[in-house]
């Protein structure tokens, strides 16, 4: 059994990192380990300052409402509560530099909790590995029942694009496919048997999402958000900062192989998993241009007249409203 | 009744603040207002960044762990968390500058929901204010059941000082008076019958503590640290990273007049008070020199043996440990 003291001993030890000194690093540092005044073990986390603007975003996780450890594994969890803020900072156009983390664990599964930690901090240090981030402090806590988790990532962008610079006429984009995430839960809720091939890269798609960056491929992004509500709330998002309104074609919202295949055999509404299923963490952005990129796909248009609208298959437009079920949310 | 999206659309009001295009703060801002590009209301804060190293510090506070509404006020609770925050930018000899905030509130709880959320905003305000602080972020989420607050502070700081530079023949000094807070705590537990001019500074210091930085008073500091768990266990984290040791002696360690009436009142050990109370959210420090500054009290002197003494007021010197149940802490 462990106990309080020695469960932040052990995260010191794994994350701790050489740290230099604040003359070593006198004017701007440009590489992310030797910006690291100080590390985990202090009052603070001490870092030079990046040369452009910094990016901030925080994310909560708690057991019961944002995850149940009967669906997901705790390295996955660690994965997911990285990757999350991951697609927070590239929705900016960022990059993600460091992160710190609230871990809140029972202490009543003592049992348990050591096994809980280390599969857990496997995941985080995968994700942070992954991304090139560095854990530079925390806060450790015993919980009265429930694990609770928030991690703050920060990141950094020459040229940060936000939700709010749509202008009618735009294109409107998304990487990847929609919906395999809200499906992927499904799956699992339902323990569905269904194909391997088939289940695999939904489930994954919900467990460890890999979030990607779009700043690299596309030089002239006018707006962006990331689908982490589900695409009509997020694109609904997008247009209230901007004060557009905007035009989806149904028939073009990329829909992976798999997910078809699944709607089919659960019975489930394709669309409904699309617009407000949740938890993608792809990338919804708007362009002057028309974009040819493999990986993205371009979806609709911003109008200027401040509603959103959807054109089925059948050719008949109609009203989008951003619905589904929101428990949580950013400010 | 008010539902999650309400909620945080309340934040997003309250504390939007109006920001600037990134083209007109090019280079580098000094004024913290005109440092927010983007305040709350996108997928991250984006902030110009400081001239001088950047300070992160997180903390939680967890209903049944670190607080009882059956003592803290949601106003209280609000203060304090920030100000949790801000004492460990002041133990870095930083000033604190951009807050992100987690929340995660239960619904079960729906007719009280919006008092203390109004109450508690309320809080946050008066101490971002009393500090000059900027709330930039952060995330809302529906609770199953407790009350679970997290948030994450920046700060900055030319010249950082860290818990590890104490060298041997340092004077070690404290800011303020210590145990007052665990007093204050006692009696909030007793409901203790005392004159209210013994209960309402202690009280006080527990529920709204007002951290005060010394690096504006005291140009050398070699070693600083907060007092958060306790006098003792952190001068021994403060060793520890400066691989020295400490003798305090008892009779220097200023104890306020309420505390040593309370305790005589309440036959409290005012040792064990002072030694392991925690949550005093005073300094701990070293320096080279003799200091006399009104509110500074030198309580002992680093010494080269990595073990701690305390001077008894009979001139016997004893071991001192680093006690007190810790349920919690940084990393």
């Known amino acids: 059994l462990v106990n309080e003291l020695e469960i932040i001993e052990l995260i010191r030890k794994r994350f701790s990192v050489p740290q230099v000194t604040v003359g070593e690093t006198a004017g701007i540092a440009t590489d992310r380990q030797n910006r690291i005044l100080k590390g985990i073990g202090d009052d603070t986390a001490v870092i030079s300052p990046p040369k452009y603007p910094i990016l901030y975003t925080t994310d909560m996780m708690v057991e019961g409402i944002h995850f149940d450890l009967a669906f997901i594994s705790p390295f996955e969890l ?66 009265p029942d429930r694990i609770f988790l928030s991690a703050t990532l920060t990141g950094t962008s020459p040229s940060p694009v936000f939700r709010s610079g749509a202008r009618p006429g735009d294109f409107i984009y998304v990487t990847g496919t929609i919906g395999d995430s809200a499906c ?49 709330i997020d694109l609904w998002r997008l247009c209230t900062e901007s004060s557009v309104g905007a035009l989806l074609y149904e028939d073009k919202i990329p829909v992976s192989r798999e997910l ?72």
């Not at 994954?204 to 779009?214: A, I, M, S, T």
Request: charge should be negative; proline fraction near 6%; hydrophobic fraction near 40%.
């Open 260 to 331: 078809k295949e699944a709607a089919s055999l659960m019975d489930l509404d394709i669309l409904s998993l699309v617009l407000s299923g949740g938890e993608d963490y792809e990338l919804l952005f708007t362009a002057d241009d028309l974009i040819r990129e493999p990986g993205l796909t371009e979806i609709g248009v911003i109008k200027e007249k401040p509603d959103m609208e959807i054109m089925g298959s059948d050719g008949v437009v109609r009203p989008l409203r951003p619905e589904g079920y929101i428990h949580s949310g950013n400010f």
């Open 78 to 143: 660690g994965y997911k509560l990285v990757a999350r803020n991951v697609s927070d900072i590239f929705a900016m156009a960022g990059e993600p530099e460091f992160l710190l983390l609230n871990l809140c664990l029972p202490f009543n599964r003592k049992r348990k909790i050591e096994n809980f930690l280390a599969s857990f901090l496997d995941g985080i240090d995968e994700c942070l590995k992954r991304y090139n981030i560095r854990l530079v402090g925390g806060d450790f806590s015993s919980s």
């Open 184 to 232: 992927g839960l499904e799956i699992l809720k339902r323990k569905a048997k269904l194909p391997s091939e088939i289940i695999t890269p939904l489930v994954k798609k919900h467990l460890r999402p890999e979030p990607e960056p779009v700043h690299k491929k596309v030089s002239r992004l006018n707006a962006m958000i990331d689908i982490s509500d589900g695409l009509a």
